[in-house]
């Protein structure tokens, strides 16, 4: 993202003096660029109330990088560590390569809590690095992967979503050329998933796109239960709404409806 962009984005936020969540990655690896630590330090010292975090795949992780970053005031990263290309996942191996990990960090594996549920292919452990939430996980993407608006194919299973899904209402998505995608499960580069363009970011502001129709009809299909339209019926997010909230969220729906 170029230095122009960045610090609009940065100007608007600062602005309602903003203090909820920065995530400072897409499809990239954040750490193969050494700006990535200036701009951290910018986003801290703006907005000094927020929450900063990135998923990193940990080839760049050290102590060293880990305690630069909390110096600058990172709150989390999340480290998600994958098996080779063309490999398939295998519990043991994937134990290996996360007690690897730890090593590589200097953490005492015999003092680490690793909480494992090996049946259904999820390793994760979180640490507490001089104040930042270090959480390392190494799951069966297989089995949690997303369709990514349906440009992956080959997830073990497939399903019809009918939950709500929150994510369009709490969060918005900058690529790093300023294009607005719904969420994050859009890879901005793909061409399939070119015509799921929101907005850009460089002519018009935060609150414009965050407010606007387009994005409201997204958050509208998708706010309570029922199968749900392209690219969104292929998604495997979680969501923890309750059944028991049905009747409030049609009734909210349908008061829009009348509204409009």
Known sequence: MTDQLFNKILNELESINYSSTIVFNLYNEPLADK??????????????????????????????????????????????????????????????????????IGVDISQSEISTHLENGHIESNIDWNGMRLRV????WLKYGNSRAGTVNFLNAS????????????????????????????????IENQKYIIDNISSKSVFEIYASHTLA?????????????????????????????????????NRLKIGA
């Open 159 to 190: 399903t019809t979503r009918v939950l709500p899904c929150v994510r369009p209402l709490r969060e918005l998505t900058i690529s790093y050329n300023g294009n607005i995608f719904p969420c994050c499960q859009f890879f901005p580069d793909s």
């Open 137 to 140: 996980m190494a799951n069966d």
């Open 35 to 104: 700006n990535i630590y200036f701009r951290i330090k910018q986003v801290r010292e703006r907005l000094p109330h927020s929450f900063l975090m990135f998923n990193t795949n940990g080839d760049y992780v050290d102590s060293s990088s880990l305690n630069q970053l909390t110096e600058i005031g990172l709150n989390a990263l999340f480290v998600t560590l994958h098996p080779p290309i063309n490999k398939p996942y295998q519990l043991n191996e994937r134990l290996k390569d996360f007690q690897k990990f730890l090593k590589k």
């Open 217 to 253: 009809k997204w958050r509208q299909n998708l706010f309570t239960f029922g199968k749900k339209e392209t690219p969104c019926d292929s998604c495997r997010d979680e969501d923890f709404s309750k059944q028991d909230s049905l009747e409030i969220r049609e009734t909210i729906i």
